[in-house]
């Protein structure tokens, strides 16, 4: 089709030079000038915003525990939960994801119903790590203080050859390279059968040992030891620290085992905490098996007390790796920062974390766990003692901003936790006295 | 959609003894010769009660491998006459669980048949006596193929993997400490002045020359799909109506 010249100029034309085109192209311009300046005043704005966030993020405890298949270990995690899942007198609580919140709920209702079996333990297929928040309430609501990550897997893993083209027993020892506490798991079964005599049950109970001396001995995070299933050894004395003593004489009669408590009892405080994750009056041995009352009363106890031992212990490990000169520094620090207003000196950690303490912090520990917001938390926890804290709270709240006093109720409520965490593990030595593994 | 006559499956058996652990008692038979089943143990989760037999497809050694399993609680009938008085438990007093089923080498489950899984229940409970009655020196049998009547979907492309097993988060990985939503900010604005210009100054060129309206869509045919769940696990479910890309 042939088109006559005169037409093609003209819209050639009324294209090129449309109004329509200009106010495009106007418009254009205009919003990328405004975005050229607004991305120059936020990138002032965005390196405020990164120390902030790096000096408040949460940081994340993984806890592993080192327990043989049927020792006890989900039975553990889900009575853990259930137990903490409200703050009750403690003033802090866990959430959990809700997909693992079901998880923790059907367990339950297996563990605790007398009308049904207990769980069929964990595959290789159900190996995940279940992370939880550790929260508490401040006068702006509910803060997240610390996360706590604990490994779900199956016990055999720490003892069988894993098959040709499984990951599972590799992504277990990594779990426990990088965990940031650990936690040995014994099971009360094996410890009342050697009390019985009985030869196999002495043996697991060896190989327990065993594979925990494995993992801990050249670990430097924190340790403790968990005797699950402690209902079945009531039996063994009436008193329950006498119970506990004749358990620890006879854990101690293992060389392995003693030269493990020997070795990390010059970092740290090694724990042996009594356990029963369905109560005294929930079920029975009888025949070499364990069945539940019918009218049992559900109702677990010390199942808190292995996360309450490991948490502030992770502080105090990191303060006692350092040298004294160090130290030292990190006190001068807390000091200059309960001087500080806490929104400054949330901020100053940043700046902290790149100098020589701070890099000795992190190398003391590792890495990984005192990453900027664990340090925050050391911090707060050595504030405590430079100065009274309840004074200086009321002193600061007069004068503080807004932004200022929430970060400071924030710093206050991870204190509080972390004292209700002491709390409970002095309460359960003061019950139990043998508990503590060493002098 | 084909249904797989001339598809060969092979039996497979997960489950713990009365003392040792989970380990894969029976692998297909070019498995074990390969030295790679563990993986197995891995994928096939328990299904929770009441669930529908599980389907997961990965990639191993470039060649599209699909499970498909169900799990069941041993009974007395289950068992040998030859220990009438041992429990149906382990020694920790927990129920014995088997985990079955079946799988398939470059081909796609897509409606299991119960016949299937009948059948490898049927291979699996003799291996599964086999090791009670010597937990300590059993050692891993191999299965042999027989012909599936389950449903099967098109093949994928051995190379593309369809789903892996969803990782353990790794203890120590850092967190991003800038949200991802900044970096989304940074471009956004000028990706929108940009896109708004072009389809404007498309559009007035267009108007501008006469253009003709744009041609109709053409009507999408719904089909079945395989969804994904987190644990790489996949259930068989209709697809919704596509929607309209116009």
């Known amino acids: 089709m042939a088109v006559e010249p005169e037409l093609v100029a003209e819209r050639s034309t009324d294209t090129v030079l449309s109004p329509e085109l200009i106010a495009v192209a106007l418009i254009a311009c205009v919003l990328l000038v405004l975005y050229l300046r607004k991305r120059s005043k936020s990138t002032a704005a965005r390196a405020q915003y990164q120390g902030r966030q790096l000096a408040t993020q949460v940081p994340t405890f993984r806890v592993v525990t080192l327990g043989l298949q049927g020792s006890g270990k989900t039975l553990l995690l889900t009575s853990t939960y259930r137990q903490l899942q409200t703050p009750g007198e403690r003033g802090y609580y866990?959430?959990?994801?809700?997909?693992?919140?079901?998880e923790l709920n059907r367990w339950y209702k297996e563990v605790a119903s007398a009308d049904e079996d207990w769980p069929q333990g964990t595959t290789r297929g159900e190996m995940r790590e279940f992370e939880f928040d550790l929260m508490t309430h401040t006068n702006t609501g509910s803060e997240t203080i610390l996360k706590l990550g604990y490994l779900e897997y199956p016990g055999e893993l720490l003892t069988d050859p894993d098959a040709p083209g499984s990951t599972a027993q590799a992504r277990l020892l990594d779990s426990v390279a990088h965990?940031?506490?650990?936690?040995?798991?014994?099971?009360?079964?094996?410890v009342l059968q050697t009390q019985q005599g009985d030869r196999r049950g002495s043996l697991i109970l060896e190989t327990t040992l065993d594979a925990m001396i494995n993992s801990m001995l050249s670990a430097r995070c924190p340790i403790a030891f968990v005797i699950t299933k402690w209902d079945l050894l009531d039996e063994l004395d009436a008193d329950e620290n006498t119970r506990l003593d004749m358990v620890r004489s006879m854990l101690m009669s293992f060389p392995g085992f003693r030269d493990l408590v020997k070795i990390h009892s010059d970092r740290r405080i090694i724990r042996l905490i009594p356990v029963t994750a369905v109560g005294h009056d929930f079920a029975f041995l009888a025949d070499g098996q364990v069945h539940k009352r019918p009218t049992g009363h559900f109702a677990p106890a010390n199942v808190d007390v292995a996360l309450s031992t490991v948490v502030p212990d992770v502080l105090c490990q990191i303060e006692l790796s350092l040298d004294l000169a160090t130290r030292q520094e990190l006190l001068a620090e807390a000091q200059r920062r309960n001087r500080l207003a806490p929104a400054d000196a949330l901020q100053s950690l940043a700046s902290f974390v790149a100098d020589k303490a701070g890099k000795a912090l992190a190398s003391a520990v590792g890495g990984g766990l005192l990453l900027n917001s664990?340090?925050?938390?050391?911090?707060d926890a050595r504030g405590d003692e430079v100065q009274d804290p309840v004074q200086a709270h009321h002193s600061r709240l007069a004068t503080l901003s807004e932004a200022d006093?929430?970060?400071?109720?924030?710093?206050q409520s991870r204190r509080r936790v972390i004292r209700s965490l002491q709390d409970r593990?002095?309460?359960l030595e003061a019950v139990l006295p043998a508990s503590r593994l060493n002098n | 959609m084909t249904v797989g006559a001339a598809v060969q499956v092979w039996p497979f058996l997960i489950a713990r003894g009365r003392r040792r652990g989970y380990s894969v008692l029976l692998a297909p038979d070019i498995l074990v010769s390969q030295g790679d089943y563990g993986f197995l143990e891995e994928v096939a989760a328990p299904a929770r009660p009441g669930e529908p037999p599980r389907i997961a497809t990965l990639n191993r050694a470039g060649h599209e491998v699909c499970v498909v399993w169900a799990d069941h609680t041993v009974t007395a009938a289950d068992l040998d006459d030859d220990a009438p008085n041992q429990p149906v438990r382990d020694e920790h007093?927990?129920?014995?669980?088997?985990?079955?089923?079946?799988?398939?080498m470059d081909a796609t489950v897509t409606a299991p048949a119960e016949?299937?899984?009948?059948?490898a229940r049927a291979v699996a409970i003799p291996t599964y006596n086999r090791f009670l009655a010597s937990e300590d020196s059993f050692s891993i049998e191999a299965s042999r193929s027989f012909s599936a009547r389950s449903e099967f979907g098109r093949r994928v492309p051995a190379a593309t993997p369809l789903a892996t097993v969803t990782p353990l988060s790794r203890p120590g990985a850092s967190r991003p400490t800038v949200p991802v939503v900044v970096r989304h900010g940074r471009v956004a604005p000028l990706v929108a002045a940009g896109v708004g210009a072009v389809v404007a100054v498309a559009?007035?060129?267009?108007?501008?020359?006469?253009?003709?309206?744009s041609p109709s869509c053409p009507t999408l045919t719904p089909t079945p799909v395989v969804s994904s769940s987190p644990s790489g696990t996949h259930y068989w479910q209709p697809s919704p109506s596509p929607k309209s890309p116009c």
């Open chain 1, 374 to 379: 664990g340090l925050a938390l050391l911090l």
């Open chain 1, 405 to 411: 006093r929430r970060a400071e109720e924030f710093i």
């Open chain 2, 115 to 119: 016949e299937d899984l009948f059948d």
């Open chain 1, 94 to 102: 866990l959430r959990a994801p809700y997909e693992q919140l079901i």
């Open chain 1, 179 to 190: 965990a940031d506490a650990l936690v040995g798991i014994i099971d009360g079964l094996r």
């Open chain 1, 425 to 427: 593990v002095w309460k």
């Open chain 2, 203 to 213: 559009a007035i060129t267009v108007y501008s020359l006469g253009g003709s309206p």
């Open chain 2, 93 to 104: 007093s927990r129920p014995l669980r088997l985990i079955f089923g079946f799988v398939a």
